[in-house]
Every structure is written in C-alpha cells, then in structure tokens.
C-alpha cells in the first residue's frame, strides 16, 4: 500500500511528554512519565499502528503529536520541521494538515450543532472557502464520501447510532483537507459488524485522498490488518518496530510474543489448542517505573542487567526492538 | 434433564416511545458443565435474556411470557401472582445456586466495604457456615482466583486492586457458595488483552474442575472460540441460530452468523483483502419488523423474509438456524 519515499512524513525523536501529578503544595514532586523517550518514523500513505495496554501511553502520544499536550523535551518533525515548540499562527496552519478522529463518537460530537455545522466548523476556522455556498457543496461531498446522505445535513448527532457518529467524525477530519489523521481508538465502541464498515471506509479515504494514518488500539487484530507497521508501546516506551505481517509472525521483542500470544483467536480448533503465555503481574505505575527496562518486572527472560539498565532501540533486520537480547 | 431449560421467553420494556420488545420468543436450554456463549450485538437482546431469567430486570421492565426451568424448579415469572413472592424465590437462588459476574468490577463490588465483607456476605447468608468458618473459605477462594498474598488483601478496599484483580474477587465471590449456574457477563471486556488473558485462562481452570455450568455473554468471538462448548448467536431480540462451537464457527447457516465471522479480522490471515461488513444498522425494538429481523440488512432477502418468522430448522441434534434460506418451499423471490 505504501509508496516508496525516502522522506517521512512525520518523525519523532526522544519524544517524552510528563504529567506533574503533585498533591497539594508541599508534597514531594511526582510526574507520570506518560511518553518516555518514544521515536518513530511515518511515511507518507503509510498507516502506522499504536499498540499497547491501558496506560502504556499510546494515547498521550497520539494527542502530544497533534500538539494538545506539548513534551517536555524531543522533536516532532513534521513535512521537515520540528512542530514540538510552535506556537500560535503556525499552530493553527499546521493543525490544517494534521486531524484527529477521536474514541467515543457521543462525546466527540456538540450536540447542539446539526451535521453541517459541525462539519463547516473546520473549514470556517481554517477559512477555506468563500463563501457558505462553497462550504455547504463541500459538506454534502464529504458526507458521500463517507457513506452518509446529503440530506442528513440538517440532522442532530443524537438522530444517528454510533457507527453514523464516527463517520460524522471522519467527514468533519476530512474537512480541511488534512496530509496526516490521527485516529485514537476510532472503532473500539462499535458493535463488530460495525467497526469493519468504518476500518474499510478508513482504507478507501486512504487510498483516493493520500492520507497518512497514526491507528492507535488495543485491538490487536484490527491495527494489523490495517497498517503497514506496528510500534509495540509499554509504559511509555516503544518497545518493538516494524512491518505488521513480521511483527506479527516474528515478534523479538518478549513483551510483543506475550501479547500476540494472548490475543482470542476467532477459531475454535486454534483458540482451545492454542499454547498461551500468560504474563503474571500487571502494568507497573508509570509515576514508579522499573529502574532498567520497563518490562524487566514481568519478563520471564529477564537479567540483572535488564533490571539494572534501560536497553536502547537495536536495528534487527527491518525492525527496532529495545532489548538486550538482541544485542551483538 | 438440563440444568437450564428456558421456553419462549419475551420480555418487554416500557418507555416513554413505546414498548421496546428486548427479548423475543427465546428458547434454549443449559447442561450441567458446560459453557454456553450468548454472542449479539449490544441491543440484541443477550444482557436482558439472562437478567429476565435471574429476575433482575430494571423497574420498566417485564417479562410478558415464557417459561424457566432451573434444576428441575418452574422460577418462571408468571408462575407467581405476588412480586413479593417472586423476589423471595429469586433472592434464595441468587448467589446460591445462581450466580452472576458482571462487566464492571467496580460498579458490582460496594466502594465502601472490605473484601472480606463482601465476600462473606453470600456465604452468611446462604450457608450456615460461622463468621471464621467463612472468613476461610473466603481465603480459599482468593486463593483459587489466583490473589497472592490473601490473608493482606482480604482486609483491603476495592479501590487497592487493579481491574483483572477486581474481576478476580467478583469471580470469587460468584463461586463462593459453588453454583451449579455462573451467568457471566462480557466478563472481560473491561481488561486489558494480557489481563483477559489471565481471566480466560481462569474461567477455564474452573470450567474444567467444577461442574458448574457458564452462560457467557458477549461480543468477541475470540472469547468464544477460546472457551464455550456450544454457541447462541442473538440478533434483534431473537435467537437466530445455536451450535456448537464447531457448528457455528465452520458451518454457519445463518446469513447474519456468517456475516459476523467475516467482518473480523482474524490475524492469522495476511491477505490485505477488506474486511465485509454488515451493511446498515440493527433494527429498532420499538417496532420490531415482522418477518426476520435481519430482512433490512442481509443480502439473500426474499419477499418472504419480510413478511413472515422464519421457522427453527435443526441440523443436527445441537445445530439450529431461523432462516428461509433454509427451507426449499419458500419461494426465491
């Protein structure tokens, strides 16, 4: 599905994006260290997939990427600049190039705007068109596109299930002609035959308009059938990189073999003889993290070392994996 | 006998727009030991089948007809003329014999009480066990789901456990006075996959070491696959076909069943075909349409599928499907 470029529509380096949680004025300081040192590259029509647990990070990531949150330190490099400081005009003008499609399409959505409002929004903000004629022809295109009729335009969110919603969320993304869409979890709170309807409308758009995906979910089926890569997060670090089909196939990295292996299989005869790796233990607090690597707590292969020292990110093959087993 | 016959159930809620027809004319039965998994979409009908049965329907709602046989006693709701009567019946059952977890650890276990409250309370209520009689058993059982160090925990509040730790102390508590029906609902979709991990594997220990039968319902099929023995797929308030889980997984006779198996991504597949969706959206209970419930969107409709119910057709002794698709009489129109 990708084109082959050299240049990366986004970058991100060292990315790391805390949350000063401190209670009350004396107390001693604490920060959730949400991204900690997180790097990846996005190539144009690429779709990039975010996985990880609740709490791994994947979201604060997403939402430091399209600057709602701003990192304490490290570059986000997009189109050949570094967007991690902007600020103000040149906010808003890059904002025009990078949407984002959100989680929950009852929240996401102002109940007291009609359909074609919420979709105008964007284009009256970022001044697209001339006039509200221009505007309102938009609307209804983008509303075929992403499979509603023209005469929902008038129509409240609440008239509409939540399958309708997320299109309505796509459409409104779709609105200023963005390069990049972020999408957090678009379909984990749709009914299955529901969730395929939007994952194959996320494709089409893809394909005609050229769009870059970040797919952040925790469902690991769906991310690898959308992307054409996977990044592994785990307590706020990236744990693996790399194509979705080897990642998938070949996991190296002792955290992704774990949680490939604890995926249902769809499959009766697979699912019930299926060997599982049933990690012990949950996710340590991201405000008190492990002191070496993150997953040194639950990993069965785990060394002094690996409790000791934090394994940077290794090149094997066409993959980054941040362990010291793979080291040479 | 089965454990768990149900005959016909319907069960109605009154609204401000009318009444919702939630669960129609549903009939299954349960056996002693096994697992049967209730998949549906929400809206289907899955959750308010099994709270009619334990009778724990919220205040609008009202089971209109059928009949429940649980071990060999008619709990039926019309075979009582008093709600009084009804709820003693029910109460008795409930946490005894009958036990349920439910998808939200938080919103079941009480905030405000320890563990240890809790989990003795079932056993107090429905043994004639001793307060430290119970208090052992409660250890016993923290240790059977799999709580390190229970004697520290058990003096703890909910809010000191994580969410597949929580989940863990309501299954305790469901197995506390060993039912012989657990109903679980979506009991791990709150939990992160390493996490419903640990719980599947759990429900299947105990799956296999007690005889307790397993209603679970849910959306996953994965769920599914990993642990039930047969399989009802809901749609629309009804039951529109039942299997094993071989039958339902490999040979599908209802349109909506095979559409649900091909609009998940199953990652052992590394073809980039799209996925194929069900079009449209499920129908509205308020107006329940007349013929299949799935006429709107399934693409073999005929002109009778609008007009008319389809009737159970069995394909095997375990394998029934609701479809005219099924019936050669019915005119290909």
């Known amino acids: 599905m990708s084109n082959v470029q050299d240049k990366p529509i986004l970058s991100v380096r060292d990315l790391k994006t805390h949350f000063d949680v401190t209670k009350g004025l004396f107390a001693p300081k604490q920060v959730v260290k949400a991204v900690d040192g997180v790097s990846?590259?996005?190539?144009?029509?690429?779709?990039?997939?975010?996985?990880?647990?609740?709490?791994?990070?994947?979201?604060?990531?997403?939402?430091?990427i399209v600057k709602l949150y701003d990192p304490v330190s490290g570059s986000i490099t997009f189109e050949g600049k570094d967007i991690?400081?902007?600020?103000?005009?040149?906010?808003?003008s890059f904002r025009k190039d990078m949407q984002m499609i959100f989680q929950d399409p009852y929240a996401s959505l102002n109940p007291r705007m009609t359909v074609g409002e919420i979709?105008?929004?964007?284009?009256?903000?970022?001044?697209?068109y001339?006039?509200?004629?221009q505007r309102e022809k938009r609307v209804v295109e983008l509303l075929e596109i992403v499979g509603l009729k023209p005469d929902h335009i008038r129509r409240y969110p609440a008239e509409f299930s939540g399958g309708q919603r997320q299109r309505i969320g796509i459409a409104r993304s779709l609105a200023v002609n963005p390069k990049f869409i972020v999408c957090d979890e678009p379909i984990s709170a749709l009914d299955v035959s529901i969730q395929a309807q939007v994952i194959n409308l996320l494709k089409s758009i893809q394909k005609e308009m050229g769009l870059s995906y970040l797919f952040i979910a925790h469902d690991l089926s769906m991310v690898k059938h959308i992307s054409d890569k996977i990044g592994v997060m785990y307590l706020g670090h990236m744990m693996e990189v790399g194509p979705s089909n080897d990642v998938y196939h070949r996991p190296l990295?002792?955290?992704t073999?774990?949680?490939?292996s604890a995926i249902p299989i769809p499959d009766p005869d697979t699912a019930k003889n299926k060997g599982r790796i049933i990690l012990e233990g949950e996710i340590p607090s991201p405000i008190n993290p492990p002191k070496g690597c993150p997953f040194s707590t639950r990993c069965s292969?785990?060394?002094?070392?690996c409790r000791q020292e934090r394994p940077q990110p290794i090149q094997v093959g066409n993959r980054l994996v941040s362990c010291f087993l793979y080291e040479k | 006998m089965a454990l768990l016959e149900v005959e016909n159930l319907c069960t109605e809620f009154k609204t401000d727009q009318g009444r919702v027809k939630a669960v129609r004319d549903v009939s299954f039965h349960v056996e002693q030991g096994e697992v049967l998994g209730i998949v549906g979409e929400s809206g289907s009908g899955k959750s308010q089948t099994m709270y009619s049965i334990i009778g724990l329907l919220a205040a609008n709602g009202e089971v209109t007809n059928g009949k429940v046989t649980f071990n060999g006693k008619d709990i039926s709701r019309g075979k009582f003329k008093k709600k009084k009567e009804y709820e003693q019946v029910m109460s008795e059952l409930r946490g005894n014999t009958m036990a349920m977890i439910f998808q939200d650890p938080m919103t079941f276990l009480n905030p405000v009480l320890k563990i240890e409250t809790q989990l003795i309370e079932p056993l107090m209520n429905h043994t004639k066990m001793t307060k430290a009689q119970a208090r052992e058993r409660a250890l016993e059982l923290m240790r059977l789901v799999g709580i390190p160090s229970p004697e520290k925990r058990i003096t703890q509040y909910p809010f000191e456990f994580s969410g597949g730790m929580r989940q863990r102390i309501v299954i305790a508590i469901a197995l506390a006075c060993n039912p012989k029906l657990i109903i679980a609902d979506e009991p791990t979709t709150a939990l992160d996959v390493t996490i419903q991990a640990q719980v599947l594997e759990l429900i299947d220990t105990l799956k296999r070491e007690s005889d307790s039968a397993i209603i679970m319902i849910t959306h996953d099929l994965g769920v599914v696959a990993k642990l039930c023995d047969r399989v009802a797929i809901m749609y629309g308030g009804k039951i529109v076909e039942i299997g094993t889980d071989r039958e339902i997984f490999y040979d599908p006779k209802h349109p909506y069943t095979t559409g649900l198996l091909s609009c998940i991504a199953n990652p052992e597949d590394d073809s980039d075909h799209d996925l194929t969706p069900i079009a449209g959206s499920p129908p509205d209970l308020l107006n329940p349409p007349k013929g299949c419930p799935f006429v709107d969107r399934c693409p073999h409709a005929m002109k009778v599928c609008k007009e008319y119910m389809p009737d159970?057709?069995?394909f095997s002794p375990t394998h029934e499907c609701a479809c005219w698709l099924n019936d050669r009489k019915a005119g290909k129109e």
């Open chain 1, 40 to 64: 990846f590259d996005v190539m144009p029509n690429e779709t990039f997939g975010l996985v990880g647990e609740s709490g791994c990070g994947k979201s604060t990531l997403g939402r430091t």
């Open chain 1, 130 to 133: 001339d006039n509200d004629e």
């Open chain 1, 253 to 255: 990295h002792p955290y």
């Open chain 1, 257 to 260: 073999v774990a949680l490939l």
């Open chain 1, 301 to 305: 292969k785990a060394t002094d070392r």
């Open chain 1, 119 to 128: 979709i105008k929004e964007p284009m009256i903000i970022h001044n697209i």
């Open chain 2, 312 to 314: 159970v057709k069995t």
């Open chain 1, 84 to 92: 991690s400081k902007i600020k103000g005009k040149e906010l808003k």
